[in-house]
C-alpha cells in the first residue's frame, strides 16, 4: 500500500487475510451522517452511514472475488466514500481487467435493482422514486419507517456510487474500465491517453452543466452547480495525473515521481504495461535509452527487495509469518515469484 493512503486511513482488520482499512474521509463522512441529517433523527444518520459502508464493502468485495477467481492478487483494501483505493492486482490482458473494472459498478446496479423492485412490491409510487435518483439531493429519501428509508438510502447511495464509478479517472472505475476496451484495438498507451481526453472532455461537460443549472435555479439553497463544479476540478486534474503516467506529457520518472500509483495492480510507470505488442493494432516504440533506463531502475529496485527480503527472513526467526506488514508479506510474494521465475530460465537454458 503506498504511503500516503495508509497515513490517511486506518486498519480493519483482517478479511480472509486481507487487510482493510477505512480511509478518513469515510469515518469523516460517517460522524457528518450522524451530527446532521435531514430529519434531525440520529437513527438516520446513523443509517446512512451503514448502508454506505455495506454498498462500498459489497462493491470492493466484487472487485476482489473477481481478481482473485482470474488469478490475481488482492494486497490490500483501503475503503472511501466512492469505493477502493487500493486496486487488486489483475492479469496483464485486457478482459480480465475490464471485467474486473465493471463488476463492483455493476454490483451497485444490482442492488438500485432489488431496492426497486422491494419499493414497487410495498406499493411505492414510481413518481416517488424518480427524485430518489437525483444523485445529489434526493426527495423524500428520509420519509417513512425505518426500514423503508434503508431501502431508499440503499436505492440512492448505489445509485450515485454506480454513477460516480463510471467516471473514466482515477480512482473511479470508469478508467480501468474504458482504457481496457480500448486495448485491443488503439493498443494500452494510445487507450490510456485516450481514457484521459474523455475524461477531460466530461470535465468540460460537467462546467457548462453547472452553469446551465445555476441559471435556472439561482435562488436554490444547496445549489445543484456547487458539486458539478467541484466534481469537474477533481476529474480533469486526476485525468491530468493519468495522462501524465501514460507517458503522453512528461517523462515515465516524471511522472512517478510526482504521481505514484497503481491502478488495478499495473504499475504504470515501471513497468512495461504501456508497452504495445506486435500484435496491437498501434505499436509505440520508445528509445533504447528509454528502455536502459528502464531496466536499470527495474535492477535497483529488484536489488532493494532482495536486501528487504534478508532481513524479513531474519525477522522470522522471532515472529510468525501472520505478524508481518501486508507490505512485508508483497515483497516476499513478488520476490519467490520473481525467484522461480528465473528458475524457469534457467532450466530452459540448461535444457
Not at 482493510?20 to 460522524?31: E, G, K, N, P
Not at 434526493?138 to 417513512?144: S, T, Y
Not at 435556472?216 to 458539478?228: C, D, F, G, N
Not at 495522462?243 to 506529457?249: C, F, V
Request: aromatic share 8%; proline share 6%.
Amino acid at each position: 500500500m503506498s504511503l500516503h493512503r495508509r497515513r490517511w486511513s486506518i486498519a480493519f482488520g483482517h478479511w480472509g487475510g486481507v487487510p482493510v482499512r477505512l480511509h478518513l474521509l469515510l469515518l469523516l463522512f460517517a460522524v457528518l451522517s450522524v451530527g446532521v441529517t435531514l430529519d434531525g433523527r440520529w437513527s438516520s444518520g446513523l443509517l446512512t452511514a451503514g448502508v454506505l459502508l455495506a454498498s462500498v464493502v459489497i462493491h470492493e468485495i466484487a472487485h476482489c472475488v473477481a481478481a482473485l477467481r482470474l488469478g490475481g492478487q488482492v494486497d490490500a483494501v483501503v475503503l472511501s466514500p466512492i469505493g477502493g483505493l487500493q486496486s487488486p492486482r489483475v492479469p496483464d490482458e485486457p478482459e480480465p481487467q475490464l471485467f474486473v473494472a465493471l463488476i463492483g459498478p455493476m454490483m451497485n446496479l444490482g442492488i438500485v435493482a432489488i431496492s426497486t423492485l422491494s419499493l414497487l412490491a410495498i406499493k411505492t409510487p414510481p413518481a416517488e422514486l424518480m427524485p430518489l435518483l437525483n444523485p445529489v439531493s434526493p426527495v423524500g429519501m428520509l420519509e417513512g419507517e425505518l426500514w423503508l428509508v434503508a431501502i431508499k438510502q440503499a436505492l440512492w447511495i448505489n445509485w450515485t456510487l454506480f454513477l460516480l464509478n463510471l467516471l473514466p479517472a482515477y480512482p473511479f472505475d470508469g478508467g480501468p474500465a474504458l482504457r481496457a476496451a480500448l486495448w485491443p484495438f488503439v493498443g494500452r498507451r494510445t487507450a490510456a491517453v485516450a481514457t484521459a481526453y474523455t475524461a477531460q472532455v466530461i470535465a468540460a461537460g460537467l462546467c457548462v452543466l453547472a452553469v446551465v443549472v445555476e441559471k435556472s435555479e439561482p435562488q436554490a439553497v444547496m445549489p445543484l452547480w456547487a458539486p458539478l463544479v467541484t466534481l469537474a476540478i477533481f476529474l480533469f486534474f486526476s485525468a491530468q495525473r493519468d495522462q501524465a503516467l501514460a507517458g503522453d506529457s512528461d517523462t515515465s520518472a516524471d511522472a512517478e515521481r510526482r504521481y505514484p500509483r497503481t491502478p488495478y495492480g499495473q504499475d504504470l510507470v515501471d513497468s512495461d504495461w504501456f508497452e504495445d505488442s506486435d500484435e496491437m493494432v498501434l505499436v509505440e516504440h520508445q528509445s533504447e535509452a528509454m528502455h536502459e533506463q528502464r531496466q536499470r531502475k527495474r535492477e535497483a529496485d529488484e536489488a532493494y527487495e532482495d536486501a528487504r527480503v534478508d532481513d524479513i527472513l531474519a525477522r522470522l526467526h522471532t515472529t510468525s509469518f501472520e505478524q508481518l506488514s501486508a507490505e512485508d508479506r508483497a515483497i516476499l510474494k513478488r520476490a519467490s515469484q520473481r525467484y522461480r521465475s528465473r528458475h524457469r530460465e534457467d532450466v530452459e537454458s540448461d535444457a
